[in-house]
């Protein structure tokens, strides 16, 4: 099945205090649904979201402060994203890989008169141990994160540059499709701590980290993830949307 299907209800169809369910509209998904007929109405119940995969985190991790390649272990992720911090001013922009395999660019931004920040992403990345690697600029500074459950064949959802902006931030999103997740990854210096509806993954490293929301965003639509800074100066990231399978 491909998908994208919808249902409409004639009027003769009762549902449990009149909420209508929301039907799995993903490719190759079920969803049971029962009627009960008194001559006159259908009185139904459902169960939905049989053989769903829901995305979920699986790793993350960094390669410290201006080291240009690590070992990262990817148990069972089939979407990574990595993000670099570069060379300043106009810079050279990285080629970032894991196993030997190119990922994609989304975005790039610079802090003002400072370095550039970049995001990638990969999917179907090797499990197991692997080297991730960023080069070009005189300096990387390299952090990555991987998602099971995550759709390998067309990513991401949506994705956007943030910022800069001083002090606390909020991060805003607004998925297209039901159960993605929303994932961040914000820069700028000193102490940072997790916001509301916002949970870190991995270790912090120079004033930067990923994060994201913790759960399907589910029907689609807008949410916000939020780090708390401790210095008032500038900071810039990036927000994607991840679909699930």
Known sequence: MTGARTVSWPGSVKWPDSEVPDLSTDASSTDVINFVYDGTSYFGSYDLGYNKTEIGFNSAGNC????????????????????????????????????????????????PSDRWLYIFYLTNPATGSHTISCTGPSFNEISAVTYSGANTTSQPDTHSVQGPVGSDVSYSATSTVDNAWAVAWAYGGGTITAGANTTFRGTVLDGSSFADNDGPIQPAGSVSLNYNFSNSTTHEGFVVTIKPE
């Open 64 to 111: 410290g402060g201006d080291v240009g390649s690590c070992s990262f272990s990817n148990s069972a992720g089939d979407l990574m994203l990595i993000t670099d911090i570069g060379d300043t001013g106009a810079g050279t922009t990285p080629s970032c890989s894991y196993n030997g395999v190119s990922a994609t660019e989304l975005d790039s931004v610079q802090e």
